[in-house]
Structure formats: C-alpha cells, structure tokens
T-cell receptor, first 117, second 113 residues
Framework: EAGVTQFPSHSVIEKGQTVTLRCDPI?????LYWYRRVMGKEIKFLLH????????ESGMPNNRFLAERTGGTYSTLKVQPAELEDSGVYFC???????????????FGSGTRLTVV | QKEVEQNSGPLSVPEGAIASLNCTYS??????FFWYRQYSGKSPELIMS??SNGDKEDGRFTAQLNKASQYVSLLIRDSQPSDSATYLC?????????????WGLGTSLAVNP
C-alpha cells in the first residue's frame, strides 16, 4: 500500500510569492488533514477534509491560505502571498476513519519544508 | 497553560533500560490519546493509541492513561539505540473539535549504547 505522498519535499520562495503544496492520501482514505509545524512550536491543525468537503478549517491562519480537494482525491494547499511567518513543515495525514471514532491514528506524509525568505 | 505538555528533554537512558515519557493535558473531556515517534527530518509515526484508563501494551511499548490526573505516559522497555527519536504526545480534542489532534512539543529520547 502506498503511503501518503507530499510534494515538493522542500520549497524556498521569496516573500510575496505563491506556493502550492500537494498531498496524495492513501487510496480509499476519505479523511485528509493538513497540519503545520513552525520551528520551536507544536504541530498545529490547519484543516480536515472528508472526501471533497471541508469538515473543519478552524486552524487555517488567515485568508492567504486556500486548501482544496477536488474530487475527494488529492489535496492542494496554496499560500498566496507567502509571508516570512509561513515558514515551517507542512504535514498531510490521512485516515480511513475520522479520529472521532475510537483511537484510530493518522498516517502522515513526509511533509513539505517551506522556507519563505 | 499549554493544552498538551511534555518535558522537552533530552531524556537519556542506557541501552536495555526502561524509558519513561510523560504527557499532561488540560482539557478534562479529551477522549483519545496518541504517542507518535518522529526521527529527525522524518514524519511522525504512530506507535500507540489509548482511550481507556489503565495500561495498554504492545511489544516493548506500554501506554498508561489516567484521566482523573490528566496524564498519559509511554514506557519503552529494553530501550534500543534505534528508539532514539522525539516522542510526540497528541490528544483528541473535546466534542465539536473531536477530529483534530492537539500536540505536545515532544520529548527527545537518546538511548546510549
């Protein structure tokens, strides 16, 4: 079974530019999550998709961040325009069951390290 | 007060010893608890999950949950150098936010040969 795939693995962009991160979840996983870890801080939730629908986007920092999951397969996270504080590692995770059911955990992708200079 | 607190370490133990990692959480109605292991530059990997009070064992790993005291711990028996990593505690939030995980900063563990 292929895991959760994210790309690019690294991205260095200038402040004000646009970056799009992509996540391919495990096939058949309806639940897809985006998380971010800023250096020195905890991993923070960004949003949760169930298929193509945004179930919870309470963690999105501001309207410079736009996540989509057309067709309920892969997801993209676009940052436009990027700011210095957006630097961090962006993780995508997927699960067959929502975390709400029992104690199922996620499978994480390897992350995209975003550096805004 | 942080929602999920962990001692950042580093925790250093000799090979073969028991490593004890602790985590406390602030939201009393939290439902499920997870331990993830993260090697440097890699993604978090689920080790254990627990949602009932008491102990849950899986191989060399034992998770312990005490909801009354709001703490969860992870014991690693017969620690190996390959166990050296950062261990992240994650808590499933209260109803209404019950799909997202709230994370601690992680505890760095070093197992010395």
């Amino acid at each position: 079974e292929a895991g959760v795939t994210q790309f690019p693995s690294h991205s260095v962009i200038e402040k004000g530019q646009t970056v799009t991160l992509r996540c391919d979840p495990i096939s058949g996983h309806d639940n897809l999550y985006w998380y971010r870890r800023v250096m020195g801080k905890e991993i923070k939730f960004l949003l949760h998709f169930v298929k193509e629908s945004k179930q919870d986007e309470s963690g999105m920092p501001n309207n410079r961040f736009l996540a989509e999951r057309t067709g309920g397969t892969y997801s993209t996270l676009k940052v436009q325009p990027a700011e210095l504080e957006d630097s961090g590692v962006y993780f995508c995770a997927s699960s067959q069951h929502p975390v709400a059911r029992g104690a199922y955990g996620y499978t994480f992708g390897s992350g995209t390290r975003l550096t805004v200079v | 007060q942080k929602e999920v607190e962990q001692n950042s370490g580093p925790l250093s133990v000799p090979e073969g010893a028991i490593a004890s990692l602790n985590c406390t959480y602030s939201d009393r109605v939290s439902q499920s608890f997870f331990w993830y292991r993260q090697y440097s530059g890699k993604s978090p990997e689920l080790i254990m999950s627990i949602y009932s009070n008491g102990d849950k064992e899986d191989g060399r790993f034992t998770a312990q949950l005490n909801k009354a005291s709001q703490y969860v711990s992870l014991l690693i028996r017969d620690s190996q150098p390959s166990d050296s990593a950062t261990y992240l505690c994650a808590v499933r939030g209260r109803a209404g936010n019950n799909r997202k995980l709230i994370w601690g900063l992680g505890t760095s563990l070093a197992v010395n040969p």
